[in-house]
Nanobody, 121 residues
Framework: QVQLVESGGGLVQAGGSLRLACAASGIIFSIDAMAWYRQAPGKQRELVATITRDDITNYADSVKGRFTISRDNAKNTVYLQMNSLKPEDTAVYYC???????????????WGQGTQVTVSS
């Protein structure tokens, strides 16, 4: 009922920047928290950053000061600005959104399909 589509991944040299975007579409009454996760080869998926509807943000220690999460509620879109990238940031990045389909529905978690970020040394 809801699709999340990520974009903006790619290959970048260490020290460079990328901006990821994730747009939600479908039957959406409201979106609460949105988040970015990442999964490197052979590792578990980990939380990178979260943002509430009121723009309260939280970051993993490994990305604090380098990554910035933001959102555009009118566009149902969340962004991740990644600066000073390091080879250890290489991973597939996934977005997640907590969605209500109507005023009376419960909250559902939806995930994007992932976008590859590769940082070369």
């Amino acid at each position: 009922q809801v699709q999340l589509v990520e974009s903006g991944g790619g290959l970048v040299q260490a020290g460079g920047s990328l901006r990821l975007a994730c747009a939600a579409s479908g039957i959406i009454f409201s979106i609460d928290a949105m988040a970015w996760y990442r999964q490197a080869p052979g590792k578990q998926r980990e939380l990178v950053a979260t943002i509430t509807r009121d723009d309260i943000t939280n970051y993993a220690d490994s990305v604090k000061g380098r990554f910035t999460i933001s959102r555009d509620n009118a566009k149902n879109t969340v962004y991740l600005q990644m600066n000073s990238l390091k080879p250890e940031d290489t991973a597939v990045y996934y977005c997640k959104a907590d969605v209500k389909h109507s005023r009376w529905s419960t909250w559902y978690d939806y995930w994007g399909q992932g976008t590859q970020v590769t940082v070369s040394s």
